[in-house]
């Protein structure tokens, strides 16, 4: 039986407060007396994640597929469902009608004769192969969709939430979410080999040279290597790098103290500002890269210089323009082992996304600094009682920064052992 076709209901974040006409018109054609009104509450709920592009963007995936179930195929509203609906819910996203996938990201609207409309093309569900199975010529296929236990474990995380905001509305009287016991239940056991999602040594090293040989072949390729060399001597995530209309990432984010010892301020999750220790060599790899863009080799206080601007245009590189950028190195850095004879190291750098440059580089440091000083360089936010009560010494925390090398081996051990 076919079902009926969902359209996308919540924009961008950029646009989440102008809505369309088109998504009105499809709430009211649905015949559910309380649709606009729910709508009408997620969309405030989602406001409330505008900090963080990465979860309004989950978020919003998760209540939009919700809301399309309870109004297409439950014909309810979000006050009727109840725990027995959401059991139903987690069979149905298991197993999703093919109409309602894709197997493209494209957007959710489009703009015509100045008009923003839903994308006929757009899906709740988008199945996807991964960069290994791409490789080797396979392409999507809508019968092997299948949801991950990570995001199995997202969907009870942000319904649960959404349902609690609903509640605090009075809008709600019960949390369904909550009146469902062994959550677990839900999530597989696997026993395949979990990916350790850090590179290797030797995956590094390959990755680190072939941005080293970019450059090389191509001087443009001087904001490549400085661009890797940033995600793994400062361990940072892909936001703190990218330039956004809310977070921009700037040079005037690397400043000395009046200690003369330099920093990278950046926003990290919740808001939160934090100082990076700077190493020499990263320190050196900037002077080198500002050479290069025709700048002094060092910044000025608050200068306003996209981080990694683009190539045309005054702005700096977003997060899509990043992913690409590493990708394009990990593509050669694979190339490479393959060539090699090493084909597993390949393989497995082929799974690899951006993140992992960040746990590649706070695994590396552990070897040899302090764990509050990694703690409090990379922003996490340790739950042992005790460390709230460490207060790090900020030269002691900058001294043991400047032992990171790109290229981590036996003279750099040398280096620590001597210092």
């Known amino acids: 039986m076919n079902q009926p076709l969902p359209q996308p209901l919540f924009d961008t974040l950029d646009n989440i407060h102008d809505i369309p006409e088109c998504v009105t018109t499809y709430i009211t054609s649905l015949n559910i007396p309380a649709a606009l009104k729910e709508f009408e509450l997620c969309v405030e709920f989602l406001k409330s994640y505008a900090n963080s592009r990465d979860t309004f963007t989950s978020y919003r995936r998760e209540v939009e597929r919700l809301l399309h179930w309870v109004w297409l195929i439950g014909k309810k509203s979000l006050k009727e469902t109840t725990r027995n609906d959401i059991r139903d819910y987690l069979a149905f996203i298991n197993a999703p009608p093919k109409q309602w996938m894709g197997t493209k990201i494209v957007n959710r609207f489009i703009v015509q004769n100045d008009q923003r409309l839903s994308n006929p093309d757009w899906r709740p569900f988008v199945v996807k192969v991964s960069k290994i199975a791409k490789r080797h010529g396979k392409e999507p296929n809508k019968s092997h969709y299948q949801l991950s236990n ?9 319904l649960s939430s959404m349902f609690t905001y609903l509640q605090q509305e009075e809008y709600l009287e019960i949390n369904p979410i909550t ?8 999530i597989q ?3 395949t080999r979990k990916v350790t999602r850090k590179l290797s040594k030797l995956q590094w090293m390959y990755v680190i040279t072939t941005a080293e040989e970019m450059t090389k072949e191509d001087q443009q390729h001087e904001r490549t290597l400085f661009l890797m060399s940033a995600f793994y001597l400062l361990g940072l995530r892909i936001s703190e790098l990218a330039y956004s209309s809310d977070r921009m990432a700037t040079m005037g984010n690397f ?16 808001n939160k500002i934090r100082d990076v220790a700077v190493p020499d060599e990263l320190l050196e790899a900037l002077k080198r890269y500002r050479t290069h863009l025709g700048l002094p080799p060092l910044p000025h206080r608050e200068e306003s210089t996209p981080l990694f601007p683009k190539l045309k245009g005054k702005q700096g590189l977003g997060t899509r323009q990043i992913r690409n950028i590493v990708q394009s190195v990990f593509d050669r850095a694979i190339d490479k082992l ?18 992992w440059l960040r746990h590649t580089a706070i695994s ?7 764990r509050e000083h990694i703690r409090d ?14 207060d790090t010494d900020r030269v002691a925390r900058h001294q043991s920064a400047q032992a990171k090398r790109l290229k981590p081996g036996v003279d ?5 052992e001597s210092a």
């Open 338 to 355: 393959f060539a090699v004879g090493k084909n597993d190291e390949a393989e497995d750098l082929a799974t690899a996304t951006v993140h």
């Open 189 to 191: 056991r696997q026993q």
């Open 255 to 270: 400043a000395p103290d009046k200690r003369g010892l330099w920093w990278y301020t950046t926003i990290g999750k919740g």
């Open 412 to 416: 750099a051990q040398k280096d620590r």
């Open 150 to 158: 990570k995001s199995i474990e997202a969907i009870f995380a942000v």
């Open 179 to 186: 009146l469902i016991r062994q959550k677990k239940g839900y």
């Open 364 to 370: 590396s440091e552990v070897e040899y600094r302090p």
């Open 377 to 390: 360089d990379v922003g996490h936010e340790n739950p042992a009682t005790m460390d709230k009560y460490i």
